[in-house]
């Protein structure tokens, strides 16, 4: 017969008399989802989802800085791009007159920088001569500025008079250093050397660019696995075809416009009409802002020639011409070739004038359709190519 006190006294791990054997609970089971294996798991994934996420941040921060930091190096080889695709089918006409392949790539960059040459020789001789031999327009000008000095200076006036005066230090004296075009020139003169320096790289590059052409495409294509070649291959055409589309697409416009303008300027009777019409239809080039631009050139010849009717009539004919290029001209030369939506546009203008400035301008849309046709190659970029799209 047991002994109570005993009894009482034994421990629950007691091996005398061993409780019946029977399933574990859930909770206590090694596979539950609220062990320290699943836990470690769990834990473990997380982990490496939140290091990935980390190394993705800190690379887009290490290219952006190494973009922002070399923007000067990657504008003029992104420009010499950009002038290779343009002179490709110069090279390719004179290649099948029997040319070698270099030779013809030496004449189509020769032949670029005389008519750059030429432009800007003849831009700069209009311009003297736009400020030489009309007088007038400086001295109407000069009145008109006056005229908006004197209001400010006015109300600069009743300001004072109306607030109380500021108490000042009789025994205060005020330094003003002076900005001379020398001074400027001598502060800058690092910064404008260096970028002289870039730019006289452009026609080396674009040289080699276009000599060098199939070599290049070729050495492209095998850097990928040989699974992927094929897709690298025909990315490479499409966006090839789509910049030499843009520029090519963009120059007729630009001329189209720029053909227009200066015969409305020349019935209108401005001054230096063929100068004007030029710039205007150019500078309506400019996505979004190209409407204002191209408005300023004859606005500020047309003050003091131009009547009121006139002066609107300037400003309607450069909006007007803006416009129909924008929503008639464009989707019918660049519709097919680029497919962006007005939103991806606007934020890849925003992104690449934030980062190079007016460059970025320039080459914010044939990168921005660039890195949508790589999208469109691969299968998890995708989504992000169809979001770019019209």
Known sequence: MADPFIDELRLPDDPIDPPAPGPLPARLRPDAPGTARGGTEAESMRLRHVQAASLVILATAAVLSLMYVAKLILVVVLTAVLLAFVLA?????????????????????????????????????????????????????????????????????????????????????????????????????????????????????????????????????????MSNRNTAYVALGQIAAMIRSFITGNLMIGLFLSAASMAAFGLMGLPFFYFLGVMSGFLSLVPYLGVVLAVVPPVIVGIGYLGTGSFVLVCAVSVGLHLFAMNVLYPMVLGKRLQLNPLAVTLALLFWGWLWGAMGLILAVPLTGALKIICDNIDRLRPFGAWMSE
């Open 89 to 225: 089918p110069v090279v390719d006409a004179l290649t099948d007159f029997r040319i070698p392949r270099p030779v013809s790539s030496a004449t189509a960059v020769c032949l670029l920088v005389i008519t750059l040459a030429l432009l800007t020789y003849f831009s700069y001789s209009r311009a003297l001569d736009f400020v030489s031999q009309v007088p007038e327009y400086r001295t109407r000008l000069r009145h008109i500025i006056n005229e908006l000095r004197q209001r400010a200076e006015q109300f600069e006036r009743t300001t004072e008079t109306v607030l109380p005066p500021e108490p000042t230090d009789d025994h205060s004296v005020t330094l003003r250093q002076r900005n001379t075009l020398g001074s400027l020139i001598s502060d800058n003169m690092s910064t404008v050397s260096e970028t002289v320096l870039a730019i006289t790289f452009v026609p080396f590059l674009t040289f080699f660019m276009l000599s060098w052409q199939d070599h290049v495409r070729a050495s492209t294509v095998m850097l990928f696995q």
